[in-house]
């Protein structure tokens, strides 16, 4: 059974920095994509920024800049380092991992950023 944990959440101030990480588990053959979304209250839940298995990177406008998402394949693991943090940056954030064409979301880290 596929299991996504994300962790590294928290609160920070405007302009700092948080890093943002997901291990996925539980699959029998190579995880995909993996991706990190956030949804904020009243929102619907939005890309941040996805990296494929070869490396292939993309992101929302919003965090072109500021965001790096990277992984370790070898540790099915994917980190979101969030630089120069905005409080409209503040969500709840979740990781994704696509395996066999499934998309598996973990249960959210929430991020909140003070102005």
């Known amino acids: 059974q596929v299991q996504v944990v994300e962790s590294g959440g928290g609160l920070v101030q405007a302009g700092g920095s948080l890093r943002l990480s997901c291990v996925a588990s539980?699959?029998?053959?190579?995880?995909?994509?993996m991706g990190w979304y956030r949804q904020a209250p009243g929102k619907q839940r939005e890309l941040v920024a996805r990296?494929?298995?070869?490396?292939?990177?993309n992101y929302a406008d919003s965090v072109k800049g500021r965001f790096t998402i990277s992984r370790d394949n070898a540790k099915n693991t994917v980190f979101l380092q969030m630089n120069s943090l905005k409080s409209e940056d503040t969500a709840v954030y979740y990781c994704?991992?696509?395996?066999?064409?499934?998309?598996?979301w973990g249960q959210g880290t929430q991020v909140t950023v003070s102005s």
């Open positions: 994704e991992a696509v395996v066999v064409l499934t998309s598996y």
């Open positions: 539980g699959s029998i053959y190579n995880f995909g994509a």
């Open positions: 990296i494929s298995r070869g490396g292939t990177t």
